[in-house]
C-alpha cells in the first residue's frame, strides 16, 4: 500500500536527514566557534550529517527506538487500518535502512534479562505507545490544528540519551525559575556524562510523569530552534556557559537550543519534570502529512 511505502520513507528520512533549522543552528555555531578543538568537532559533526543525507545511511549506529504522535483534527478519524499501516510502515523503513537490528527476543523474563539473543531483523523491533495530539490543552507548542489536519509524526530516541533522562518531581516554592533552574541543573550533570554533545535537550513539565514526557515528545516534534522562546534561550546560555562543549572539547556550544514545554498543571506543591540530553544526530524527526 502508497501509505505503509511513505511511512517506510519517513522513518529513512528522520534516520539520514538533518532538519533545516538544526543545520542553520550547526553552522552558526561553527561560525562563532574559537576554540580550535571544538570547532573542528562541529565541522566533523556537519560533515557526517552529509554524508547521511548523501548517501541514506544512518546517522547513528544506534538507529534508535521509533516513537509515534498522530496529530488529528476532528473530522479525521484515526482508524485500525491507520494503526496497522503505522506499524507495518515501520517495520519496513526499518528494514530498508538497514536498522541495527535491537528488538529481544522471549517472554518478560528473558526479554529483560536479554538472555536468548536478538531477532535478526530490525523491523521485529516495535515502536513504543502512539501518542494522539488533538490540541486540546494549553502547552507552550499547543498547535492550531484544522479540522481536515492528520499528521504522523516519527521520532527515533537513542538509547544514550534515554540512560540519562530523568523524570522527577520538583517542589515548585511558587517559582518558575525555581523549577527551569531545577532542571538546567539536572541536564548539566547529564550532558557532562553524555559525551556525543552539542544537545538540543527537551524539558517537559507537567502533572504526572506520562504527562511530562508526553508534554517532552512534543516539544520534540514541534520545536523550532530558529524560534526559541525566553525560557528557551534561558536555558541556552545556562547550559552553554558549562563550557562542556562539542564531544567534550570545549567552547562556546554545549547546546545548539532547546525544547521547553509546559503543560496543564494542578493546584499542588510539586511540579513532575522530565528532562533530556539528545546527542549531537537528535532529534531524528519526520513528519508525514495525509
Same mark, same amino acid.
Given at each position: 500500500?502508497?501509505?505503509?511505502? &511513505? !511511512?517506510?520513507?519517513?522513518?529513512?528520512?528522520?534516520?539520514?536527514?538533518?532538519?533545516?533549522?538544526? /543545520?542553520?543552528a550547526l553552522e552558526n555555531a561553527i561560525e562563532i566557534e574559537?576554540?580550535?578543538?571544538?570547532?573542528?568537532?562541529?565541522?566533523?559533526?556537519?560533515?557526517?550529517?552529509?554524508?547521511?543525507?548523501?548517501t541514506r545511511f544512518p546517522l547513528c549506529d544506534d538507529t534508535g527506538i521509533p516513537h509515534?504522535?498522530?496529530?488529528?483534527?476532528?473530522?479525521? &478519524? !484515526?482508524?485500525?487500518?491507520?494503526?496497522?499501516n503505522i506499524h507495518?510502515?515501520?517495520?519496513?523503513? /526499518?528494514?530498508n535502512l538497514p536498522a541495527r537490528p535491537m528488538a529481544v527476543k522471549g517472554n518478560e523474563v528473558q526479554r529483560v534479562e536479554q538472555s536468548i539473543g536478538l531477532y535478526e531483523k530490525p523491523g521485529m523491533l516495535r515502536p513504543a505507545s502512539i501518542l494522539i495530539d488533538c490540541a486540546n490543552d494549553e502547552s507552550t507548542y499547543k498547535r492550531e490544528i484544522s479540522p481536515d489536519t492528520l499528521n504522523l509524526h516519527f521520532i527515533l530516541e537513542g538509547g544514550g540519551p534515554e540512560i540519562r533522562a530523568k523524570t522527577y518531581r520538583v517542589y515548585h516554592k511558587?517559582?518558575?525559575?525555581?523549577?527551569?533552574?531545577?532542571?538546567?541543573?539536572w541536564l548539566s550533570d547529564s550532558l557532562n556524562l553524555l559525551g556525543c554533545t552539542p544537545s538540543i535537550p527537551s524539558i517537559g513539565i507537567g502533572r504526572t510523569h506520562y504527562e511530562a514526557n508526553a508534554l517532552l515528545l512534543k516539544s520534540v516534534a514541534y520545536g523550532n530552534l530558529t524560534n526559541q522562546s525566553d525560557t528557551e534561550r534561558y536555558v541556552n546560555s545556562r547550559l552553554n556557559d558549562t563550557g562542556i562543549g562539542p564531544l567534550g572539547f570545549?567552547?562556546?556550544?554545549?547546546?545548539?537550543?532547546?525544547?521547553?514545554?509546559v503543560g496543564n498543571q494542578r493546584a499542588s506543591g510539586v511540579r513532575i519534570v522530565a528532562v533530556r540530553p539528545s546527542c549531537f544526530v537528535e532529534p531524528r524527526v519526520a513528519t508525514l502529512k495525509l
Open positions: 500500500m502508497e501509505i505503509i511505502e &511513505e !511511512i517506510s520513507k519517513s522513518i529513512i528520512d528522520a534516520s539520514t536527514t538533518l532538519t533545516g533549522d538544526k /543545520l542553520v574559537d576554540n580550535d578543538n571544538a570547532r573542528w568537532a562541529l565541522l566533523q559533526i556537519l560533515e557526517n550529517y552529509k554524508v547521511a543525507q548523501k509515534v504522535i498522530i496529530e488529528a483534527g476532528c473530522e479525521r &478519524e !484515526i482508524t485500525g487500518d491507520l494503526l496497522n507495518e510502515g515501520i517495520a519496513l523503513g /526499518l528494514n511558587r517559582s518558575f525559575k525555581n523549577v527551569i533552574d531545577t532542571a538546567i541543573d570545549g567552547g562556546k556550544t554545549t547546546v545548539l537550543g532547546s525544547y521547553v514545554n
